[in-house]
């Protein structure tokens, strides 16, 4: 055998190493850009009307109040990249109101979802978004990462916050996004997953924040676990 490779060109021999290494790597990245398993199809059907109570605690929801998901113009876009949508908003008896909106999607491999983040949406609906931090909400006996927003148009301030599930896990657009569409490529999976955003109009960021976090504590405390994880990822216990 040595005497067999020592026969081959240096130059031959590299390019023929060289080939089988991208043709490995080649394998690799078509299972990756090319998973064939949907992760939707392993699970029970999900409806989110059905998982996510008109009332809950101290809040109804509030039949009267708009809660469009998006404007007329981007709703045909999103039905297109999305299974689902709920818009509601909710109320208490204070007089409080937060706007909650779940939007979910069997197919979390492509950038389509990623252009309809809220920062994104509102800006398109002629609002400025004057914050944009990364933050953490305290639910469910655990952190979920969060981004915080406040976007402004005329005399309405609303302070947003949000967050996507991408398969089974909680993360924030951009490297953890794709850090999991890279996890279950390699898996050959499909991910699916979801955008939860809940939003308050006020002028007071910190209290609207404050109140968004209760609102979700108490979503989470009266639908238990496994309705949570569908819709904040699975607990890491």
Not at 11 to 20: D, H, I, P, Q, T
Not at 171 to 200: A, E, H, I, M, N
Request: net charge positive.
């Amino acid at each position: 055998m040595r005497d067999v490779l020592q026969t081959v060109p240096r130059k031959a021999l590299f390019a023929s190493v060289l080939l089988g290494l991208l043709m490995v790597s080649t394998s690799v990245l078509t299972k990756v850009v090319t998973p064939t398993v949907k992760m939707s199809e392993g699970k029970p059907a999900l409806d989110l009307t059905a998982l996510v109570p008109s009332e809950f605690g101290q809040w109804h929801e509030d039949r009267n109040a708009a809660a469009a998901v998006v404007n007329p113009e981007t709703e045909a876009a999103i039905a297109k990249i999305y299974t689902q949508t709920l818009a509601r908003t909710y109320v208490n008896a204070a007089g409080d109101r937060v706007l909650l909106s779940v939007a979910y999607g069997d197919d979390q491999r492509g950038e389509a979802t990623q252009a309809h983040r809220p920062e994104i949406c509102y800006t398109a609906q002629g609002f400025a978004i004057t914050r944009n931090d990364v933050g953490v909400l305290k639910a469910a006996q655990r952190n979920i990462p969060v981004r915080r927003l406040v976007a402004v148009s005329g005399s309405r301030n609303e302070p947003i916050t949000y967050w996507v599930t991408v398969g089974d896990r909680a993360t924030l657009p951009g490297v953890g996004r794709k850090l999991l569409q890279l996890f279950y490529g390699l898996g050959g999976k499909v991910p699916d997953g979801l955008l939860f955003r809940v939003s308050t109009i006020q002028p007071d960021r910190a209290a609207a924040y404050a109140l968004q976090d209760q609102f979700v504590n108490a979503l989470f405390d009266h639908i238990g676990k496994a309705p949570t994880e569908k819709l904040a990822g699975k607990f890491d216990d």
